[in-house]
């Protein structure tokens, strides 16, 4: 079972600028024969050449103003004291603004100015300067000049400085051709009817709307199964009708990845393997003077293999440069660590919170493109760096403005999905205010409040002695910081098991029956401590709960569990039962708040979200969720201030 | 002749905030009713509704890395000590990354990790720890959860995030339809044959790319002339079809402008004339529940207003907001008076010299769209300023990107068409690299250089005592600077005469001839020193030259007012005359250097130039201009530091 286990790990600077100087050897990175396209459709398109102006805007001395056209000689001295009377007639015409002037005529007075006696005559208490409101041949654009160069990316303006000079038609780089062709005997259409071990084929619809937004072409082929011979055929039709090919994947070392071998064969691999996390396994090649480029299967090597590899290609081929993304500094709220020797990118959620932007990781894994979805940023681990400390202040390459971020809430805490509801119906009120959410549980909510890094928290931490919710452990952890703390919700909270519960369960009780497999939260998770206090209720110990270690972050995540079989029962919320069509064993309702440090609760981050949770239309939402209560909905439960 | 002569005044922000209140309480800003969309075709679409995941991703538990899948409970007990053998069979199965786990595994080995002894049996020297390598249920996307809320501006990753949840189609809303109407006697179809007083109608056409820019959907009508009963029609046939009408132009208060009338009759006018420059004469109204809006005619005017008013009620009609605009902070780099009482949006040219940037004012007349096509930048000075001082460092609104004004070489001086051709080669040798000219003449460059607001400046200054050019100036004006002169070109000086050279003139000499007019180049050009030398040669009094005092900027605006027959001579060189037909009288052949002060000689803002100075490309195009000699083109002609 032979296998060419090793990719190579070349830095990422080494491996593009090689990449980049052979392409630039064969000629790959040339813009294509220019196309001759009407200016009025080539906003958005490079110019191939200069454009330079035909005709002279305006093309004849015109009035600049409404008023009279006059000849400047016959107005001289004419004062307040000595008006001066004139008669329309050759060298005295009422013109409007872009009249042209008539030969004798050489200025213009502006119809405030002139004060008419009958239809005729009029009388003027100034004289005119030669040339005055007139805008001469050629003010705007002189025929012959340069009105854009070449290589230049042609805005809605440009279209007016091109048409006012008398062009109509321009020569413009054609987009680049990117053909984009699905390999993997596993991806389905979407859509299809789903088995297991089949993958959608979503990489090369968003490989696809990224080229389009570079300015290049996509083209979409059919999805070529793992076979060495029909790639191959593939390949070569490809190449033979693009500019750029992608292959999409099959470029790692496994049994069944030929697009390394199948490039060697017909061309010439350049690089196979890049010291970047994620998109290591990309393969950058060369065949038949067209880049052919191996791009991982996991989405988010693929988005990034592309980012580095494709669209330098893309613009290039545009004879322009990339938009320099906007960049802004931010602290990073918990530690960061990175292999040494791989160039990281870990995606973050960004917020302003006080006056720091804070930076928090989401999921690391190549395979969640969920993490590009919810990214606010991207931030770069350099290859000799194994990370960052919590608290430093790092670049990061924003995905959303920094306008955006700094509208946005930081919500860090429990996970309900009700903050989703939330976020929905705040966008939709003030489209420019986002929830962010991430999810730590409750003790970690906590945490972050008072590490500064959010504006409030979301918490159900039963406090076993009293029954009471979240005040004692509030008072604990954030013992020097004056919070308010509102109700969103009350749910319940209960075991999801299968469809019908076919192991009967009741309640916790009956989980320590042999052969049950259990699904856990995190610690710190409200819902932990709850099914840590049941247990310790009931006298059991958690060795005699099979998948006790088993831990996931949200409930959607345990339902998902129990759903796939793969555990029987989880303790969440009614409302992720609900969701994924399970059963649900009620074992308590409990208080979910949202904990608000006061210097924030004044702010529009706050009340915003408070507006938004009086509004009939988002209870009405949660409440068809099941499973919730909203009878404190907004109201404070707790003011430390007193 | 009964005029409407005064138009309102109103502040920016009121009419805005007014404007957008009205059209907010009739419903003109709802977005319309939302479509679905396959999600591969959503790029740039933005949400009308939250999109929940229909299916989990994964929707089975898949290896996440090529290897063995194995039941965890095997494999304890396996270490370098005491390895353990397996044979692949029901619980030990080689997978793909991606594969399905078999229904009895719950981890997977990685294949480095793995030791095969023959085709069936292995040996592995550590334990796998349950779930590890794997991909879980929902890792990614789990069933029901909330992908993207509503009002998502989508990018390609997002795409990928609801293909992943087996979304694939999505409501979004629909792109608003902005009907845009040329309305003018005066106005022709770019292209068409023009006739004096004809204008080119390109102002719908740059509206209709900002609209499409900003996710709209512009239709643009035939030209109606202004027609009073025609005009209505197309307004109520465009007002039943669209989201939102444009009427270009009629929106003043001259004799053929009914714009306000005609929105007054069919609906009502909020506000007729803003206090902005340009853009005054907007008209800001709403027929039958639609934004109907009067933009002005002149093409600045009809850029600002559109930005002003018409893209805030795009977006709000997509349900999201303008992107922010990139500002920067720059230095004025002379004196700026702007009315009292009127909000002043001053095109700049942008370049960073040393460690500022520098913004200088161009053209302000609102007929000339190509002081947007040269703007690097919009400078506001707010309606209750005056303007600003030369130094002061005041907020510009990008129209290029930082970037790029950072790579942007500044030179301001004298006017050369080779400064085009320059601009032209060097952006196509370095796609990120800009050449910005602002013609000021010799002696406004050499100050530019003093006051540090140029790299460099194209001088052509003649020594009426030595005959050597530009070094006696620079050492007078620039004494405590060290600098280097580099000659760019030779070109020959003399009089553009109108074909055929019908006035018989054979040099300056032949200017006061009674009946002549001549056209002048402004004080301080060095085109101006050398005529005044000429003149004082002859004994020629400025009184005796009709035209003398009439001042244009550049060689190619002299040569056009020769084309047009507005003057008889003009002095200038020969590539002027011959771009335009004309003929040429050559008086004399002067130098004409660039100047460089020695900190900026060794930047590439510098280097490049001449660089491309020496490509035969370059020095080819200038050659085929004519009259021009390249003999010392890149010579350093001085030094001072000797």
Redesign the interface.
């Known amino acids: ?1 032979k ?1 060419d ?1 090793y990719l190579e790990d070349k830095p990422l600077e080494e491996a593009l600028a090689e990449y980049m100087s052979h392409l630039d050897q064969v000629g790959a990175l040339q813009p294509g024969e220019s196309e001759v396209i009407p ?2 459709d080539a ?2 398109r490079v110019t191939a050449a ?1 454009v330079y102006a035909r ?8 009035a ?1 103003m ?1 008023g009279v056209a006059v000849r400047a000689a016959d107005t001289f001295g004419a004062s307040d004291a000595t008006p001066k009377r004139l008669a329309v007639g050759e060298r005295a015409v ?1 013109v ?5 002037l008539p030969p004798e005529c ?1 200025a213009v007075i502006m ?2 100015d002139v004060h ?1 006696l009958d ?1 005729i005559t009029f009388e003027i208490t100034a004289g005119a300067v ?2 005055q409101h007139m ?18 990316l042609l ?7 091109i ?2 000079g ?1 062009v ?1 038609e321009i020569a413009v780089h054609p987009r680049p051709r990117v053909a984009l062709l699905p390999t993997g005997t ?1 991806l389905v259409q ?2 299809a009817e ?1 088995k ?5 084929e ?2 090369t ?6 080229v ?2 570079w300015g290049g072409s996509p083209r979409r082929r059919e999805i070529t199964a793992d076979d060495y011979g029909a790639l191959k055929a593939r390949l070569q039709e490809a190449v033979s009708e693009s500019d750029v090919v992608l292959i999409n994947a099959g470029s ?1 070392a ?3 990845d030929f697009t390394a071998s199948l490039i060697g064969e017909l061309g010439r691999v350049l690089t196979h393997g890049v010291a970047i996390k994620p998109g290591k396994p990309v393969v950058l090649g060369e065949v038949a003077g067209k880049p052919v480029v191996g791009v991982p ?1 996991y ?1 988010v090597s693929a ?1 990034l293999a592309a980012e580095l590899f494709v669209k330098p290609i893309i ?2 081929k545009l ?3 990339p ?2 993304p ?1 960049k802004a500094e931010v602290i990073v709220s918990r530690k960061i660590v990175s292999p040494m020797g791989t160039e990281e990118f870990v995606r973050v959620k960004l917020g302003q919170v006080g006056d720091k932007i804070i930076a928090t990781p989401i999921s690391r ?1 190549a ?4 993490s ?2 919810r990214a606010d940023g991207i931030l770069r681990v350099p290859r000799l760096s194994e990370g960052y400390n919590a608290g430093q202040t790092v670049p990061v390459e924003l ?1 959303r ?3 955006e971020v700094r509208e946005t809430t930081v919500i860090i805490g429990s996970h309900d999905i009700t903050l ?1 509801v939330l ?2 119906h705040l ?2 009120k003030h ?2 205010a986002t929830l962010s959410s991430a999810h730590v549980g409750s003790l970690g909510g906590l945490s972050a409040l008072k590490r500064g890094e959010a504006h409030c928290a979301g918490t159900h931490l039963l406090d076993e002695e009293t029954g009471d919710y979240n005040v004692s452990y509030i008072k604990r952890l954030l013992a020097d910081r004056p919070v308010v703390v509102v109700n969103l919700v009350y749910r319940e909270q209960g075991l999801i098991v299968a469809p019908g519960n076919p192991h009967g369960i009741r309640g916790v009780e009956d989980l320590a029956t042999p052969g049950l497999g259990y699904i856990n939260r995190q610690r710190g998770a409200g819902t932990r401590i709850l099914f840590d206090f049941k247990l310790k209720q009931q006298g059991i110990s958690p060795d005699d709960i099979r998948g006790y270690e ?1 831990e996931e972050y ?1 409930h ?2 345990v ?3 129990v ?2 079989g ?1 555990a029987d029962a989880g303790m969440g919320i009614r409302a992720a039962a609900l ?2 069509g399970l059963d649900f064993v009620p074992v308590v309702e409990e208080r979910y708040d949202l904990c608000i440090p006061v210097e924030y609760y004044d702010t529009p981050y706050i009340q915003r979200l408070l507006e938004v949770m009086a509004e009939p239309a988002f209870r009405e939402e949660v409440r068809a969720l099941g499973g919730y209560d909203l009878r404190d909905c907004g109201k404070i439960m707790y003011d430390s201030r007193g």
Chains 1, 2 share one sequence.
Do not use: C
């Not at 000049?145 to 230049?152: G, L, S, T």
């Not at 805005?155 to 400085?161: A, E, I, N, S, W």
């Not at 619809?205 to 990224?210: C, D, E, I, K, S």
């Not at 395979?367 to 969920?370: F, L, N, T």
């Open positions: 079972m296998r286990v200016v009025e906003a958005g200069p005709s002279s805007s305006p093309h004849y001395h015109a600049a409404d009422v409007d603004t872009g009249d042209p050489d119809i405030e008419f239809d030669p040339w805008r001469v041949i050629g003010e705007d654009v002189v025929a012959t000049e340069m009105i854009v160069p070449a290589n230049h805005r809605p303006v440009d279209l007016g400085g048409l006012a008398g109509t596993e979407p859509g789903l297991p071990g089949d993958i959608i979503y990489n619809r968003v490989l696809g709307a990224m389009s937004q790692s496994g049994r069944e299967g989405p988005v613009y290039r004879g322009t440069v938009p320099v906007e894994g395979g969640v493109i969920m590009m979805v995905m403005s920094l306008e989703d976020a929905n966008r939709k489209p420019y088993r949200t959607m995540a339902a998902a569990a759903a796939s793969s969701a994924l």
